[in-house]
């Protein structure tokens, strides 16, 4: 996929490895463009936020961005598994929670993995989430709540900046409103039964 209009996504840019390295983005919402930094295996090492503060005009769906006017920005570095914005750490990783400006939270999973529910260390939940089968999320709680992690369908990060609303599965990023991925299986000769941008062999 190099580009999805319905997402305002006007052009998506790959490198060797086929992960994104840059995306720009005009909707209705956003004027913006991402840009992603792997290491050579193709671990996420930095992900570079930029947009226009003061966007607010009906795009024409699939033109260009204007680049001089991205006056915002916004770094997030992952080293291991402490993950830092704008230099400052934000948020450490642990096994089956993590540690964000001294407290500890923990999630709650179903049985694939999925975060239902993020709660404190002493037990409040702070978060809920419910799921469709593939991912897309329903009776969510509200969006100031929602974002406070990012650690959502099978516990992968869900990036909802600008509307993308799109999970890093590390070698591929996945669309739960459609259950497909925007890049081919790396394996996809593995399965020639299946076609190479389904999810899960199409059956969660």
């Avoid at 540690?99 to 923990?106: K, M, S, V």
């Avoid at 990060?157 to 509307?163: K, V």
């Amino acid at each position: 996929m190099n580009k999805d209009l319905n997402k305002g996504i006007t052009s998506i840019q790959y490198n060797s490895l086929n992960l994104p390295r840059m995306m720009d983005i005009k909707s209705p919402v956003a004027e913006a463009r991402n840009e992603y930094l792997y290491s050579a295996g193709g671990q996420k090492l930095k992900v570079t936020q930029k947009w226009n503060s003061n966007y607010s005009t009906a795009p024409v769906i699939g033109s260009a961005i204007n680049t001089a006017v991205l006056d915002m920005t916004r770094t997030t570095d992952y080293v291991g598994n402490k993950v830092y914005e704008d230099g400052v750490l934000k948020r450490i990783l642990v096994n089956g929670g993590y540690i964000e400006a001294g407290a500890y939270y923990f999630y709650q999973n179903d049985h694939l993995g999925n975060n239902r529910v993020v709660a404190n260390a002493s037990g409040t939940a702070i978060q809920k989430n419910h799921y469709y089968p593939f991912g897309m999320a329903f009776a969510e709680t509200p969006l100031a709540e929602q974002q406070k992690q990012p650690f959502k369908y099978n516990g992968k990060e869900l990036d909802q900046m600008h509307g993308l609303n799109l999970y890093d599965y590390s070698a591929r990023q996945y669309d739960p409103a459609i259950g497909r991925f925007s890049s081919m299986d790396p394996l996809a000769e593995k399965h020639y039964a299946w076609a190479p941008y389904t999810y899960c062999l199409n059956n969660p």
